[in-house]
């Protein structure tokens, strides 16, 4: 048994007895590492040196300190969109192949102030672009379930990492579903907070109205845990929430009588595979059996969700990205005659395909004569799907439905179609759109790979979310499930 099927609390009680040291944590993770880590390939860069010195570090601290927090000498993994202080931060990009930070992201001082030690950065799609992590321009993140598949986007890695218990918990970053696909995909728990409960600050912004950070873990409660601790009010993020953050994991009280769930019927439809369909609805089931109630509900807008995402988040993207120009850090070209050619080279050599395309379509939507029909629209859609929203929650508690259509594909099966890719996104888009909290956990299987469950909560209501997702985890036994690598 490996110390990571504890869950942290059960870890941290070994610690307080000195049955384990925080240097038998963080060796059992380099282990693992070491030795999967070649077929998963969820790693980009290994800060292992460090590692090992701040685990003794707080060995020593551990002897003398008697009261330490739930984080103490954890191992996490960063996505590699989240600049770390000293520690290569490349977005999985060219461009930045060899970009070292000279600043931490407020997570990641979270994380230092709380003790937690920094395992390495994750494998992405460049610039968190993508829904399978084929778009990394260094190297193919497999899915731990079947090596033969994807394990998600754009926080591939993250879940990868988790699901093959490299880590007990990663970062990812979530823009579209960026963390909860990946989650239901590779059968772990990934949350996207509400918009502002956790600070931007330190994250390579992609699309700056939709990005958020989140917690992806094996249960719920190690997840509350992470989110408890980056959670809160940023003065270097003008986005982020002054919100006062509650005790999450006083949430999981397994007590959901009289809950009111809503079930939108778009989320059930077309494109919905018919075994992801029948595992949400033996979900359902057992969060009846609870003492929940349930009712269908239309969110009308939804079908509008992914042209709106798209045209948003692309020229978002296009403003974002015009910083990567070679002049200040990372790749430049060798061969450039003058300014405006070393400006062309560098990002046409350094950016992949799909980033390419994404900020011309962008700069496209944003451009004089089309910003009123592409832009502008889209804007005033995304308000009517956050209507939709709103009026739903003004009767019901949550909001529940699949998280992706089907299981995991297989490696290849979408890249040549990238509105088919795009599609993956579907269910998980509009909680983005709308600035809501959404979370996966597993829910079933289908031949062998992971099923996700979606839990869509209220603005700042990560709370009741936690109190559903972990009722139905302890009424059933899929986040017990393991891949066997």
Known sequence: MSLFDYRVSELHSLLHKKEISVSDLVDESFKRIHEVDEKVQAFLTLNEEQARTKAKELDEKLATEKEFGLLFGMPIGIKDNIVTKGLRTTCASKILYNFDPIYDATVVER???????????????????????????FQLTRNPWDLERVPGGSSGGSAAAVAAGEVPFALGSDTGGSIRQPAAFCGVVGLKPTYGRVSRYGLVAFASSLDQIGPIT???????????????????????????????VSALTGDIQGLKIAVPKEYLGEGVSEEVRQSVLDALKVLEGLGATWEEVSL????????????????????????????????????AKNLIDMYKQTRSEGFGNEVKRRIMLGTFALSSGHYDAYYKKAQK????????????????DVIIGPTTPTPAFKIGEK????????????????????????????????????????????HFDESTIYRVAHAFEQATDYHKQKPTL
Do not use: W
């Open 218 to 248: 094996r249960n719920v409660e190690d997840n509350a845990y992470l989110l408890q601790v980056i959670s809160g009010v940023d003065p270097m993020d003008s986005t982020s929430a002054n919100v006062d953050v509650p005790d999450y």
């Open 381 to 396: 859609v995304r308000t009517l799907i956050k209507q939709d929203f709103e009026n739903v929650f003004e009767k019901y």
């Open 111 to 137: 994380l230092h102030q709380a003790d937690a030690v920094t395992i390495g950065k994750l494998n992405m799609d460049e610039f968190a672009m993508g829904s399978s992590t084929e778009n990394s321009g």
């Open 300 to 335: 009308p807008h939804s079908k509008y969700a992914l042209a709106t995402y798209y045209l948003l988040a692309s020229s978002e993207a296009s403003a974002n990205l015009a910083r990567f120009d070679g002049v200040r850090y990372g790749y430049r070209t060798d061969n």
């Open 415 to 458: 890249t040549s179609d990238p509105l088919t890719m795009y599609a993956n996104d579907i269910l998980t888009i509009p909680v983005n759109l709308a600035g809501v909290p959404g979370i996966s956990i597993p829910c079933g299987f289908v031949n062998g790979l992971p099923v996700g469950l979606q839990i869509i909560g209220k």
